[in-house]
């Protein structure tokens, strides 16, 4: 069964520092990766996914099949960036998400 | 345009009651989703619908849950009885047809249960 590790409960940094939230996926064929954000008080909402390999508020996030990772990443970190993030896959078939367990980042002043 | 709407936000009820959380998909998506989210893990997914037909419910527990979509729009889902376990939050997300994809996924503010 797939499954997804988010070894971090919570990541604290200060502003300007850099962030990388890590995410381990346990699947043997080729799954979609996404990064789901959910800030406070607000829904949770897509954030960004590997296959647009695009770069959203500042964060990119780089598939390594090879370490089965997928780490979200920032080079400095703002204040507004304090939220829960969590790590997810689809497998090909279908669009049902696994989450991990998600990390709250919290952005020091 | 309107988000996926949920009602109740919030419900407080006893074990052994019965609790109904409805949900209204953003217009003209086919998909629908019901997440359980246990406090300090990610949303686990309980039930996909495309349309009014059922996708995948595996991880539906079915003694005590059930889940409808009768017109392919709204949805409802049912705890009878509730035990202390089931106190979380339901969120609800909706997006288009998922034969191709994958789509992203919308989601509503939640309902959270407490079970005393």
């Known amino acids: 069964a797939q499954r997804v590790t988010q070894p971090e409960k919570l990541l604290s940094v200060f502003k300007g520092a850099p962030v990388e939230l890590k995410c381990n996926y346990s699947?043997?064929?080729?799954?979609?990766l996404f990064w789901y954000v959910q800030y406070s008080r607000q829904r949770l909402q897509l954030l960004l996914r590997?296959?647009s390999r695009e770069s959203i508020k500042g964060f990119t996030a780089d598939l390594n099949k090879g370490e089965t990772s997928f780490h979200l990443k920032k080079p400095f970190a703002q204040e507004e960036d304090s939220a829960m993030y969590y790590c997810a896959l689809i497998l090909n078939a279908g669009n049902m998400l696994t989450f991990g367990g998600g990390t709250r980042l919290m952005v020091k002043p | 345009e309107a988000g996926v709407a949920q009602s109740p936000r919030y419900k407080i009820i006893e074990k052994r009651q019965s609790v109904a959380f409805w949900c209204n998909p953003i217009?003209?998506?086919?998909?629908l989703y019901w997440y359980q989210q246990i406090l300090g893990q990610g949303p686990k997914l309980l039930i996909q619908f495309q349309n009014n037909g059922v996708v995948d419910d595996s991880q539906l527990p079915k003694d005590r849950f059930s889940a409808e979509r009768l017109k392919g729009v709204d949805s409802t889902l049912k705890i009878q009885p509730a035990k202390l376990e089931d106190s979380a939050v339901y969120l609800c997300a909706s997006s288009p047809l998922a034969r191709t994809g994958p789509y992203e996924q919308f989601f509503g503010p939640g309902t959270r249960l407490t079970v005393l």
């Open positions: 699947y043997s064929g080729s799954p979609e």
């Open positions: 217009s003209g998506h086919a998909t």
């Open positions: 590997h296959i």
